[in-house]
């Protein structure tokens, strides 16, 4: 048993290090032991805890956020049965096993290393990352939704920690792997918006090949291609369905944006239907006063099979 429990430990790892790699983080460090430094605090059972395992670490210049590290310590648990079906419990356990890990993490020799490979930084910041992962492919992935309400997992000193589940990963890797085999002359990159926080020029990049951690669970997945003809693209796919209002606002989002740089803009939804939602499109375009724009406007499922094309 405890064989065939590692050897889904690895599959589920593997499977998030072909993802790191897809979204940019495929430099992390792998399979690291960390000291516990608070064995009492930390322990398993009876026992002080001695050490932490991190399945990976990656470090990266925010694009967010002006002269910021983030470390990302990043904890994988897959499992071949589907998600329970109450699972506030085996969700709380993955979640402060990996809170208690950053809280060590902290102050560990592993963190001053990655620092100091970087340079004009004012800002650290340590953020964990939870890979829960099911192979069972029924049901919508969705576990985020039904953990929202957990309480008891603010007794340890931990900066922020993202969920990601099986629709959260779907989503992404289904958006890039539509753009990648419609757009296969295009380079793909995730577009960084303006927040308020990354305002210095020097510094500042309007996309690249690093996701921020930021967008790992996001319903909204901003990116921008260059295309072969020196043209850009600006493309924003979301998790929600296809609605009129919501792509009213997201059409005004992408017209704010892409005035500076973007030859047309692409929306992507998972379940856009030409024959059903064309009139929809054409109706929302006709709100808007800048024909110039709404004519670059497509719309188009990331789930696209024959019953299914873009809007062009």
């Not at 939704?145 to 007794?155: K, M, S, W």
């Not at 793909?188 to 790992?216: A, D, H």
């Not at 609605?243 to 017209?255: A, E, F, N, V, W």
Request: glycine share 6%; hydrophobic share 30%.
């Amino acid at each position: 048993m405890g064989e065939w429990s590692r050897r889904i430990g690895e599959i589920g790892e593997e499977i998030v290090r072909e993802f790191l790699e897809l979204i940019g983080w495929g430099d992390s460090q792998r399979n690291l032991t960390l000291p516990c430094m608070k064995g009492q605090r930390h322990k398993n059972g009876e026992r002080p805890r001695t050490t932490h395992g991190i399945d990976y670490l990656f470090s990266y210049e925010s694009q967010l956020s002006n002269r910021t590290l983030d470390h990302l310590v990043i904890s994988v648990k897959y499992t071949l049965d589907p998600y329970p079906k109450n699972p506030n419990s085996k969700f709380k356990e993955h979640f402060l096993d990996l809170a208690k890990t950053m809280e060590c993490f902290k102050g560990s020799e592993i963190r001053q290393s990655s620092s100091s490979q970087f340079s004009g930084i004012d800002n650290a910041r340590e953020i964990g990352v939870l890979f829960w992962l099911s192979n069972d492919a029924s049901g919508t992935g969705d576990i985020l939704q039904r953990v929202a309400g957990v309480r008891g997992i603010e007794d340890y000193k931990y900066n922020s920690i993202y969920v990601v589940d099986n629709k959260c990963i779907s989503f992404i890797y289904d958006v890039i792997k539509y753009l990648s085999s419609n757009k296969p002359n295009s380079e793909i990159e995730f577009f960084y918006p303006n927040t308020g926080k990354n305002y210095n020029p020097i510094n500042k990049q309007s996309s690249g090949k690093i996701l921020p951690v930021e967008f790992v669970n996001s319903g909204v997945l901003p990116l921008k291609l260059s295309n072969k003809d020196d043209s850009k693209t600006f493309v924003v796919a979301v998790t929600d369905d296809f609605q009129q209002d919501h792509l009213k606002r997201l059409m005004g989002l992408s017209y704010e944006i892409t005035s500076n740089f973007a030859k047309d803009t692409l929306i992507l939804f998972p379940n856009y239907d030409r024959i059903q939602h064309e009139n929809q499109v054409n109706e929302a375009k006709s709100s808007f006063r800048d024909k110039k724009f709404t004519e670059t406007v497509r719309v188009s499922s990331y789930r696209t099979d024959f019953r299914n094309t873009s809007n062009e």
